[in-house]
């Protein structure tokens, strides 16, 4: 089975913080994917990375970037955390291609910014 | 613009009976269309794909319909259990773009002994 794994379940951080989300999957595939999900709007798009060192802007980029160095792991840094980052914040990998893969999921880190 | 809409919002069912949930879509051009699963604290789980050219689905007790001329997809879920409280969300794939996905915002399925 596909592992996708989120180093930290719950961080709580201060504003103004630099803040890392690590992200790491055991199964080779070449996508990956940060969202953010809030009641009542679904999960948004971040940023995806379709392969090492490569990296797209999804919907609401705006106060995100990300690092992928290593194809297992896709790092998502919040550059001056504000209190409307607040959120869950979930990392997904899929195999490469146009193709019918599913995207699998970690268990999301909720993140509070205080 | 492509949206995604889900119905209901939320849903409380006695264990045993079944539902259905919605799916709505202005996706075009459309690829295919996946439910999920996400129980409480956990991430989405993929349960089914419909791609064009399918009507139904089942994985056991879930089964999947997709109409893609009225653009509407339904799950229904038979004999209901307790492990089927989750969010259920719909996504649909459009078929370009390296990210061509959307997704819905969920249905809250709460299922009472």
């Known amino acids: 089975d596909v592992k996708v794994t989120q180093s930290s379940r719950y961080l709580v951080k201060r504003t103004g913080e630099k803040v890392f989300l690590e992200c790491v999957q055991d199964?080779?595939?070449?996508?990956m994917f940060w969202y953010r999900q809030d009641p009542g709007l679904g999960l948004r798009l971040i940023y995806f990375?379709?392969?090492?060192?490569?990296?797209e802007k999804g919907d609401i980029p705006e106060g995100y970037s990300v690092s992928r160095e290593k194809k297992e792991r896709f790092s998502l840094i919040l550059e001056s955390a504000s209190t409307n980052q607040t959120s869950m914040y979930l990392c997904?990998?899929?195999?490469?291609?146009?193709?019918?893969?599913?995207?699998?999921f970690g268990d999301g880190t909720r993140l509070s910014i205080l | 613009k492509n949206q995604v809409e889900q119905s209901p919002q939320s849903l409380i069912i006695l264990e045993g009976k079944n539902c259905t949930l919605q799916?709505?879509?202005?996706?075009?051009?459309?690829?295919?269309l996946r439910w999920y699963k996400q129980d409480t604290g956990r991430g989405p789980v993929s349960l089914t794909i419909?791609?064009?050219?399918?009507n139904t689905k089942s994985n056991g007790r879930y089964t999947a319909t997709l109409d893609a001329d009225t653009k509407q997809s339904s799950l229904h879920i038979t004999a209901s259990q307790l492990s089927d409280s989750a969010s259920y969300i719909c996504v649909v794939s459009w078929s370009t773009g390296r990210r061509a996905l959307t997704f819905g915002s969920g249905t809250r399925l709460q299922v009472q002994p």
């Open positions: 997904a990998s899929r195999e490469g291609g146009r193709g019918n893969q599913p995207q699998h």
């Open positions: 199964m080779d595939h070449e996508n």
């Open positions: 419909m791609t064009f050219s399918e």
């Open positions: 990375s379709y392969d090492v060192k490569m990296k």
């Open positions: 799916c709505n879509y202005t996706v075009s051009p459309f690829s295919n």
